[in-house]
């Protein structure tokens, strides 16, 4: 049964450092890694997904990283802002199923 | 952008009623997803559709229903609400298990 887990559950940073989160799953035979973002009181905004074949993608000052092998992924923010706080969510999707697997997230605080 | 709605931000309701959760989506996805988030527990799938009166029961279905007569909408029924029903309710859908999942702001539901 796959498992993900989010160290550390809470993080508080100085506005500007580059910071990582790190997920990791139990069962390597996924078919995508996605990282969300939710802000209180709302719902999920996607900001990256990583295909299986894949080790990395890209947005702006978001880097996600994919180590299949190992059960890793991380979330690297870089320079980050007080507009970056939130929980951040990573989501496992299995080969051969439609169930995506949530991780407990990483409450992230970047103080002004 | 992908939009995806749901009918109420906040709603209340007694033990016994019938309640309906409703979402709807403007980008022709197929697939549309019913979740609810609590606490230490986090993401937990209900129901799942991958088109248009199909439907797959996820982890938790028991008390729930689904309906979805059109593709854009997916609506969620509580056929007779308990207290324990109170959480977060997150709509999402996506075109493709390997594709995004989008997520609209979330029903928060208080069961009385």
């Known amino acids: 049964k796959q498992e993900v887990t989010q160290i550390p559950a809470a993080l508080s940073v100085p506005e500007g450092e580059n910071l990582v989160l790190n997920c990791s799953f139990t069962?390597?035979?996924?078919?995508?890694l996605q990282w969300f973002r939710q802000d209180p009181g709302k719902g999920l905004t996607s900001l990256l997904l990583?295909?299986?074949?894949?080790r990395e993608q890209t947005s702006g000052r978001l880097n996600a990283s994919l180590d299949k092998s190992s059960g890793r992924s991380t979330l690297y923010i870089a320079a980050s802002q007080p507009g970056d706080s939130a929980t951040y969510l990573c989501?496992?999707?299995?080969?051969?199923?439609?169930?995506?697997?949530f991780g407990a997230g990483t409450r992230l605080f970047v103080k002004a | 952008d992908v939009k995806v709605t749901q009918s109420s931000r906040y709603l209340v309701k007694r033990t016994g009623e019938k309640v309906f959760l409703e979402c709807v989506q403007d980008m022709d996805h197929e697939n549309m997803f019913w979740y609810r988030q609590d606490p230490g527990l986090g993401l937990r799938l209900i129901y799942f559709s991958y088109d248009v009166k199909m439907k797959e029961k996820g982890d938790i279905p028991e008390g729930y229903s689904v309906s979805r007569e059109k593709k854009e909408r997916f609506s969620l029924i509580l056929e007779s609400a308990s207290t324990n029903q109170t959480s977060m309710y997150l709509c999402?859908?996506?075109?493709?298990?390997?594709?995004?999942?989008?997520f609209g702001d979330g029903t928060r539901l208080s069961i009385l």
């Open positions: 999402a859908s996506s075109t493709g298990l390997g594709q995004p999942q989008h």
């Open positions: 990583i295909q299986s074949s894949q």
């Open positions: 069962d390597s035979a996924i078919y995508n």
């Open positions: 989501a496992v999707r299995n080969t051969g199923g439609f169930k995506t697997i």
